[in-house]
């Protein structure tokens, strides 16, 4: 099962969909001012803000964010930092390529 939600997660995500439609059963459990934690089931993900510039030089801020996941059942943990960016004012956020 974990493998088909990995799948169906990566196809989305190539065509652009939101996270809700990947995840619909996402809620908020805590929210800061700069801290996000959402559950998705048995997963659980946070997200803290660390800096707001235009790191790709596009005209539009992005976040420099770090993120954790884990599950709520288990062992696996993981962590890491990324940039979320938006083409337009009303845009919704993109990660924004290691390449950039």
């Not at 908020?28 to 559950?39: A, I």
């Not at 964010?65 to 938006?86: E, M, N, P």
Request: hydrophobic share 35%; charged share 25%; aromatic share 12%.
């Amino acid at each position: 099962m974990l493998g088909e939600e990995s799948n169906a997660a990566a196809d989305a995500i190539k065509r652009h969909k939101s996270w809700l439609v990947i995840y619909p059963q996402t809620r908020v459990t805590e929210k800061t001012g700069t801290d996000l934690s959402l559950r998705m089931g048995r997963y659980e993900m946070s997200l803290t803000i660390l800096a707001y510039g235009d790191f790709n030089h596009d005209g539009f801020d992005d976040m420099l964010v770090c993120y954790s996941q884990r599950v709520t059942d288990g062992t696996f943990y993981y962590s890491g930092l990324a940039v979320l960016t938006r083409t337009n004012a009303t845009d919704c956020l993109r990660t924004l390529p290691a390449d950039f």
